[in-house]
């Protein structure tokens, strides 16, 4: 069974940084493409960031390029997402995911496990 945590949202000025992480249980996860996305109140979920199975591939949405960076370590079994320069339209709930297969994805529908979301809260 798979299972995906997120942690480190919070509340932060506008200029600050965060630093989520998502932890994953369950076989294989070096096998799979890993996701972040968002989604703000009264708007559809978005694509932020998504990194291949060995790290070697990561793509971003324009918004956050150069200031946010995905990372993955396989032996822990977690993905990471940096947010550097944080601006209030960057509040939002992010959620990690699981891609559908080893390399980077931007359609949530080729994601299969979702976490259950943190909140980040970027005050200006």
């Known amino acids: 069974q798979v299972q995906l945590v997120e942690s480190g949202g919070g509340l932060v000025q506008a200029g600050g940084s965060l630093r989520l992480s998502c932890k994953y249980s369950g076989r294989t996860f070096s096998h799979y493409a890993m996701g972040w996305f968002r989604q703000a109140p009264g708007k559809e979920r978005e694509f932020v960031a998504t990194i291949s199975w060995s790290g070697g591939s990561t793509l971003y949405d324009d918004s956050v390029k150069g200031r946010f960076t995905v990372s993955r370590d396989n032996a822990k079994n977690t993905v990471t997402l940096q947010m550097n320069s944080l601006e209030p339209e960057d509040t939002a709930v992010y959620y990690c995911?699981?891609?559908?297969?080893?390399?980077?994805?931007?359609?949530?529908?080729?994601?299969?496990?979702w976490g259950q979301g943190t909140q980040v809260t970027v005050s200006s």
């Open positions: 995911a699981r891609g559908g297969s080893a390399q980077a994805l931007i359609s949530h529908y080729e994601y299969d496990y």
